[in-house]
């Protein structure tokens, strides 16, 4: 089992930034797949950006070259970088955890951006 806490969503303006966290705890493997999705009101689930153990990372079109995603694996935490955010950008922020055909998610995290 894989315990993923976050932090870091709140209100901000158009054009400002933010920065989520996540990390896991419990059974973890050497190697894993960290990654956010999000998901607004009335629309489906969505990946943002993930990165794997060895750093090699996927982002969605609409988030590259803005957001940028990072992770400790000392400390098993992953980040999300998020810049120039736009009022689209507003969800709830989900952090994730893969590894050996399993799957785990955060509780959530609220993310707002006002125009």
């Known amino acids: 089992q894989v315990h993923l806490v976050e932090s870091g969503g709140g209100l901000v303006q158009a054009g400002e930034s933010l920065r989520l966290s996540c990390t896991a705890s419990g059974g973890i493997f050497t190697s894993n797949t960290m990654g956010w999705y999000r998901q607004a009101p009335g629309k489906q689930r969505e990946l943002v950006a993930d990165?794997?153990?060895?750093?090699?990372?996927n982002y969605a079109d609409s988030v590259k070259g803005r957001f940028i995603i990072s992770r400790d694996n000392a400390r098993n935490t992953v980040y999300l970088q998020m810049n120039s955010l736009k009022p689209e950008d507003t969800a709830v922020y989900y952090c994730?955890?893969?590894?050996?055909?399993?799957?785990?998610w955060g509780q959530g995290t609220q993310v707002t951006v006002s125009s």
């Open positions: 994730s955890f893969r590894s050996m055909g399993y799957g785990y």
């Open positions: 990165i794997t153990t060895g750093r090699s990372t």
